[in-house]
Each structure stands twice: as structure tokens, then as C-alpha cells.
């Protein structure tokens, strides 16, 4: 959820959930709570525009791999810098076509803190 408070200033709550990734025999997940200030400025008149962000996440990672790997498993919170970019096209007055990329920083364990990157194509609806 994305709240404006004028045209170029707001802020956004989320959640990230970013899937799982098989390796070493078992798999890596990451998900969290992600709290940002937006800020964004249009690109002339045809409703384009650009915005960025930057905040925290909390987040909470998973790490499970086969015993013979040699990589640490268990569990792991900690809260870590997100940060994001995107293009956004507002095609009506209440709806915008989105391309966004973000980066958060999450800790895992036996890795210490990395940074896990998306990049997400979207529908906003403004109420």
C-alpha cells in the first residue's frame, strides 16, 4: 500500500515475499516488511513519470541445504536498507501501468547481510 500526501511525497508499506531458491540440496527463502518514503516527479504531460525510494525491511530468511554441503543452515532476522526505482504511466485517473526494480538487504545465515534485487511490472489503482 502506497499513500501520497501531495503529488510528490508519500510513503509505502509492503510486504516482500521473494520466492525460494533451490541450492546445496535444499532451498533459501527470504520475505519481510518493508517500510519506504517515496518520492516522485512527472515526465512532462502524458502521465509519465519517475519515482524512487528508499527505507527498511525486516526481514526474516530461511537457509536449508544437505548435511554433506557444508553450508550453514537455519534462521535468520534482521532489518536491512531497501531501495527502488521505477517508471510509472498514469493511463487514467485512477489507474497507472508500473516497471519497477528494488533491492533489499537481508541477513542470512552463515553469509551475513546480501542483497537480494527484483524487478516487477505492475497495476496501481488509486482510491
Partial sequence: ???MANDMWGSQLGLVHLGSMDRAGGSTRA???DLSLVGRTPLGSQGLGVFGKVG???GHT???AAPASGLETGNRNGIGLSIGAGLSWDFSPKMS???EWDRYDFRFKGTGRDA???TSIGLQYRY
Fill in 97 to 99: 501501468a508500473v516497471l
Fill in 56 to 58: 527498511a525491511v525486516l
Fill in 31 to 33: 520475505w519481510g516488511l
Fill in 1 to 3: 500500500g502506497r499513500n
Fill in 116 to 118: 537480494v534485487h527484483a
Fill in 62 to 64: 530461511r537457509v536449508t
